[in-house]
């Protein structure tokens, strides 16, 4: 009898969180595949309005220059910019909370991450911590934490492996 109230109690719940998904508004997802897309993000970026770029990757692919034509783009079309190039393996919250105080520091507008997984979670982290500066990253576990939009965030993985 306990199995069947609690089974009948789980699908009411998962009867309202349907309903409300879709009452949310959900970023629309862009993906480009071709050759050359990074090298023309910072056009597709200062079409979009989009004045001061955060990259953020680790010290591996910044010694591997993938970064590069990317930067000399950014600065071809006077888009400034930080390389942020200090994300580590399976990163730390003491990590993104120094990643966002510099974040926080120079207004920035956009983040692009460029690297395989630990890059790209330290990237939504950040819009994540940012998006609620109020609750530390351990409190942020569940549904609903983030209220406010995060910052526009462009993913550009560098990896093909389990997590890709």
Not at 56 to 68: A, P, Q, W
Not at 90 to 100: D, R
């Amino acid at each position: 009898m306990f199995n069947i109230v609690k089974k009948i109690i789980y699908r009411i719940i998962q009867f309202f969180i349907k309903i409300g998904i879709g009452l949310i508004k959900w970023n629309n997802s862009e993906v480009i595949s071709k050759e050359n897309a990074l090298k023309e993000l910072p056009q597709t970026l200062k079409q979009k309005g989009f004045k001061k770029v955060f990259l953020i990757t680790d010290e591996k692919i910044n010694s591997l220059g993938l970064c590069n034509p990317f930067i000399e783009e950014l600065q071809i079309r006077n888009i400034d910019y930080l390389l942020y190039k200090d994300v580590i393996s399976n990163p730390t919250i003491s990590s993104i909370e120094k990643a966002l105080e510099i974040f926080n520091k120079e207004n920035f507008d956009v983040i692009v991450a460029v690297g395989g997984g630990s890059v790209i979670d330290s990237a939504k982290l950040l819009g994540a911590r940012y998006a609620n500066s109020k609750l530390s990253l351990k409190k942020m576990k569940g549904y609903f934490k983030i209220p406010k939009r995060i910052p526009y965030l462009v993913a550009v993985p560098t990896t093909a492996g389990s997590g890709s």
